[in-house]
């Protein structure tokens, strides 16, 4: 993934300035930093949620917004190609409250992939068995957990078999108890190489433990960008060792 003077504003405010990144395949990138610094609209730009102001995204080396055998702008279908290679997860679980956990995840698989129901149902009970709940599949989103419908969100992209993952801040909304086995699921996924993943979250010690580069934001900057054992040992700038201090100490 490459990342190039990516700029994004919102009326008189830029919450993105210039933003230059490569994340290499199968690297996972935490990216810390307070609230409003940009790292929620970087992954919404990422997701083709919104369009960036300047600058461009390329995914597998294929830009998101601009058609490579025109040089036009995309249009709807090239950027679905691209999407489709970019799996979220968000803070809320954003489940279908009358599906089962199956037919959550199973869902995408069949109308978007065009898999027959038979196979993206077996692909299903894949991705809910490797996120802990194999014994949940016809269970509803309301009688599960936050913990639980957590994991079954995760499973649902993962299901699309995406080469990047973006993680919005997904225990935020979680009671302290469930966080654990949602981050240690993070931890697996991280640990098998099997996609790029990048990470928002203000859980430091995950961030610390399971990222290879963390990357500290402010008011729409990097400020520091290095691997996550040195820079929470020894960060380079007073910002971030102010940041960090208040949110560990705090």
């Known amino acids: 993934m490459v990342l190039r003077g990516l700029r994004k504003r919102r009326g008189p405010l830029e919450v993105l300035r210039g933003i230059d990144l490569d994340i290499p395949a199968g690297q996972t990138v935490a990216l810390i930093g307070p609230s409003g610094s940009g790292k929620s609209t970087l ?21 998101m917004w601009t058609d490579p055998r025109t040089g036009r702008p995309a249009g709807a279908a090239h950027l679905h190609r691209v999407r489709g290679r970019i799996g979220m997860v968000f803070q809320h679980f954003n489940l279908f409250p009358h599906m089962t956990a199956l037919r959550n995840v199973a869902e995408a698989p069949r109308h978007v992939l065009g898999l027959p129901r038979a196979e993206a149902e077996a692909r299903a009970r894949e991705y809910l068995a490797q996120v802990g709940l194999a014994d949940k599949a016809d269970a509803h989103p309301a009688g599960l957990s936050g913990g639980q419908r957590q ?23 979680l009671d302290p108890e469930l966080v654990g086995g949602v981050l240690e699921i993070l931890q697996e996924l991280s640990a098998s190489r099997a996609m790029t993943m990048l990470i928002v979250t203000h859980q430091m010690k995950f961030a610390e433990r399971s990222a290879d580069r963390t990357l500290f934001l402010d008011q729409g900057s990097i400020i520091e960008d ?25």
């Open 226 to 250: 290095a691997p996550s054992a040195e820079l929470f040992r020894a960060p380079r700038t007073e910002r971030a060792r102010q940041f960090l201090q208040a949110v560990i100490d705090g």
């Open 43 to 63: 992954l919404r730009l990422l997701m083709t949620l919104e369009r960036p102001d300047a600058g461009s995204i390329e995914i597998g080396g294929v830009p």
């Open 151 to 173: 994991r079954v969100a995760i499973a649902r992209a993962l299901a699309m078999r995406p080469d990047v993952m973006l993680f919005d801040e997904v225990t935020s909304a």
